[in-house]
Structure formats: C-alpha cells, structure tokens
Nanobody, 123 residues
Framework: QVQLVESGGGLVQAGGSLRLSCAAS????????MGWFRQAPGKEREFVAT????????IYAVSVKGRFTISRDNAKNTVYLQMNSLKPEDTAVYCC????????????????WGQGTQVTVSS
C-alpha cells in the first residue's frame, strides 16, 4: 500500500499558477489510479481531477477544465496538478488520493489519502 504526501500549495493572486505534487511511497505506484480532491471551509469535499495508471486517461471537474492539468510520472512515484488562471473560488485544501482500480471521480472510491496542502487565491 502506498502513502501519499502533497506539496506545492501556497498563497497566489487571482490569475496566477501553482503546481501541486503528490509523492507516493512504495514500489507499486503504477498499480494505482490517482485523484485530486479539494475541500473549502464549510463545504463538502469535491472532485477536481483523476488520472488512470499510465496517464493516458483523465477526467476533470467542469469548474477546472481548461485551467488545471493532472499528470503523473510513474518513475518518480508522483502525480501533479498544474493549476493555471486561479480564481478565489479555487481556495481550498487539496488532497490527492489513490485507488488500486480504475480511475474515478468519486471520493468514496478511494481508500488512500494524503494529508492535504492549502491553496489560497487572493482577489
């Protein structure tokens, strides 16, 4: 089973960019589909993006499509979330998640979670 550690969050002005990373421990990273989710204060956790085991297939939430890009490097055991044209409504704690099955946009399908990294977008 892998363990996940996110990094790359921070404070950025609206219109700016950030790149989140999620590093996985273990030697079977390529067995896992990966997802990014976010949770803003007072709101439920929501899906952001997911990627299949080899990076060939992705799904994005409507709210981030065209602005965010999910990718992975199995040689580095890392999944990324490139976030461009950030908006104040993107402010949230971003968590990566893993599941040893097909990629999915449902958080209930994931059984391994990182601690999260805070992203704050100022207007």
């Amino acid at each position: 089973q892998v363990q996940l550690v996110e990094s790359g969050g921070g404070l950025v002005q609206a219109g700016g960019s950030l790149r989140l990373s999620c590093a996985a421990s273990g030697r079977t990273f390529s067995d896992y589909a990966m997802g990014w989710f976010r949770q803003a204060p007072g709101k439920e956790r929501e899906f952001v993006a997911t990627i299949n085991w080899n990076g060939r297939y992705t799904i994005y939430a409507v709210s981030v499509k065209g602005r965010f890009t999910i990718s992975r490097d199995n040689a580095k055991n890392t999944v990324y979330l490139q976030m461009n044209s950030l908006k104040p409504e993107d402010t949230a704690v971003y968590c990566c998640a893993a599941r040893r099955a097909a990629y999915s946009d449902r958080d209930s399908h994931y059984d391994i979670w990182g601690q999260g990294t805070q992203v704050t977008v100022s207007s």
